[in-house]
């Protein structure tokens, strides 16, 4: 991201990946000091030379547009249910999950990537050719892992019983008694594909997802005896 005068600020750039060099562009793609089955880019100044300042284009926000949260209390014939929900919309996130996992060397790509990585007889693709890890060759940050990030998140669900007094009228002991089970995290729904979960963030932004791990779910029990 980077920050303009006058334009709002959590703007996300990247480069446009156009699809990868084929044989019939080598002389092109040597400009770029590339090769067939790298990967092409939109040279958006025309001048034969890929830069951060002139030929990254805005992709979209990083910062949520809106953030919306509700809690509901329910309660009937002694029972008490709370749900309480979050959501977060009109954002990007940036998966350098994926963008890693694809492109390191050190990581098996994914099956369905390999089988549409570029070859000779396959040269119309979006996905670059498999290269030696000693090949140098740096893919650069383009739109391909920018996802949608809106998620509606079920934080928590509580549900407790209150045994009432006239429930517990013949006890000699307890006064009130009351049994609950809270689970934290329960559900997500989201149609980001970058990862486990896009409320996420690192290096202090938004909108940036680093092999974040995803909230757990977590289930509690509680226990109220009055005397």
């Known amino acids: ?18 699809g990868t060099w084929g044989m019939d562009e080598a002389e092109e793609a040597a400009v770029y000091n590339r090769k067939p089955g790298d990967l092409k880019y939109l ?40 749900i309480d929900l979050a959501s977060l919309l009109g954002y990007k996130v940036y ?3 994926q963008w890693l996992t694809y492109y390191s060397s050190v990581c098996n790509v994914p099956k369905g990537y390999g089988y549409a990585a570029w070859t000779p007889e396959n040269q119309d693709t979006m996905v670059p050719a498999l290269r030696n890890p000693n090949y140098d060759y740096q893919p650069l940050e383009d739109q391909t892992f920018c996802r949608r990030g809106d998620f509606l998140r079920v934080r928590n669900i509580s549900l407790m019983y209150d045994f009432k007094r006239n429930v ?12 609950g089970v809270n689970v934290e995290n329960p559900f997500l729904f989201t149609e980001y594909a970058g990862g486990p979960d896009p409320e996420t963030g690192v290096w ?24």
């Not at 991201?1 to 156009?18: D, S, W």
């Not at 958006?44 to 809690?71: A, F, K």
């Not at 517990?168 to 049994?179: E, P």
């Open 1 to 18: 991201g980077r920050c303009y005068e006058g334009q709002e600020a959590g703007r996300k750039y990247a480069y446009i990946r156009l």
């Open 95 to 97: 998966s350098y999950t």
């Open 43 to 82: 040279d958006v100044n025309n001048d034969g030379v890929l830069d951060d300042l002139n030929d990254r284009v805005d992709i979209g926000r990083s910062n949520p547009l809106c953030e919306l949260s509700m809690t509901n209390t329910f309660q009937l014939h002694g029972f008490t249910m709370m």
């Open 168 to 179: 517990l009228k013949n006890s000699k002991f307890f006064k009130g008694f009351i049994f």
């Open 204 to 227: 202090g932004l938004n909108g940036a997802d680093w092999m974040a791990y995803p909230r757990p779910m977590t289930i509690t029990g509680n226990l109220k005896i009055t005397f």
